[in-house]
Nanobody, 121 residues
Framework: VQLQASGGGLVQAGGSLELSCAAF????????MAWYRQAPGKQRELVAV???????TYADSVKGRFTVARDNAKNTVYLLMNSLKPDDTAVYFC????????????????WGQGTQVTVSS
């Protein structure tokens, strides 16, 4: 399995970016996928989840600003980020996730390189 995230960059606060993550070597449509991010000195955190049926879940910090989507024909998951804030600065990753009995999500595959998002104030 290989995950390749792209689309990051430098943007001013209030701006927008769209991230993409392509998955290789899997039957992509069968899986729930998620976006994570890791800011410097902080733990990796879950940002958004999209099930194979298209249901979505978001972290409170991005709800109403970020939208996750998927194109199964292209084996790609997207993250549209609007109204960006300096606190959104992080490396963004995607991964397959499974849901635990307590409702939390567990990433399944080795992490790819991620894509850097930097939001200036």
């Amino acid at each position: 399995v290989q995950l390749q995230a792209s689309g990051g960059g430098l943007v001013q606060a209030g701006g927008s970016l769209e991230l993409s993550c392509a998955a290789f070597g899997i039957v992509f449509s069968a899986y729930t996928m998620a976006w994570y991010r890791q800011a410097p000195g902080k733990q990796r955190e879950l940002v958004a989840v999209i099930t194979r049926g298209g249901s979505t879940t978001y972290a409170d910090s991005v709800k109403g600003r970020f939208t996750v989507a998927r194109d199964n024909a292209k084996n790609t998951v997207y993250l549209l980020m609007n109204s960006l804030k300096p606190d959104d600065t992080a490396v963004y990753f995607c991964n397959k996730v499974s849901r635990r009995t307590n409702g939390s999500y567990l990433p399944a595959w080795p992490w790819g390189q991620g894509t850097q998002v930097t939001v200036s104030s």
